[in-house]
């Protein structure tokens, strides 16, 4: 008996997916760039040593029109979009392959990728807290730094906040909090941006970063 259970413990170990996070979802143009939902992806399960997810997105056109792609455009590097020809004619359905690298995130995700009819907002949940390392990655690692720490350089305001926050606030400016911009959220994404703390922002742009969040929001800042 036991030996028959190491058996069948074994067969399921290797029917597991290569990318335990797959996900396979199909939508028509009008639901993925009209209806102004994201495209909710519920738990994601990821590890350690296989911080991917890949998402095999089918579209299918359902306008009557031929419908002009374009090329994606990531919110950040860590989202890579596989698509093969950029129009869809009418009733035609195609498959693209999205790779998010979710390496030192944490709770929830919210990832956009333009295209040229509109923007796909794609959100989920990350099971696990430190599985996949320190959100701190993104201020050490070259190809992260890219997109969230070089661009911060010589920037204030507006500008700033463009250049370093919008990738992963697409829904609107948040509430203005100092702490949380300098120091991070715990159990979060949101690591500190501090200077002091080995990020790409001075107390001076920081202040700025304040400033402009409060001129966009109409609720009081932090205590």
Known sequence: MRLLSLIVLALSWLALPAHAADRHITLTTTQAFESGRPLELGTIMAKHDN???RIFLTLKNDTGL?????????????????????????????????????????????KTIRFEPGTLILQGTLAGDDTLGDPDVIFKEADCRKCHFDPAEGKTGQPLYE???????????PLPNR??????????????????LGGPLSDAQIESLMGYMRSQVKEPEEN
């Open 163 to 173: 250049a370093v926050c919008q990738a992963c606030h697409p829904y609107g400016v």
């Open 66 to 110: 031929p419908v002009s792609l374009g090329t994606p455009q990531p919110s950040c590097g860590c989202t890579v979009v596989h698509l093969q020809g950029e129009v869809l004619l009418p009733g035609e359905a195609r498959e693209m392959e999205i790779d998010m690298n979710l390496k030192g995130k944490r709770g929830k995700i919210v």
């Open 51 to 53: 911080p991917h997810m």
């Open 179 to 196: 702490d949380i911009i300098a120091k991070g959220l715990p159990h979060t994404s949101m690591t500190g941006w501090s200077q002091a």
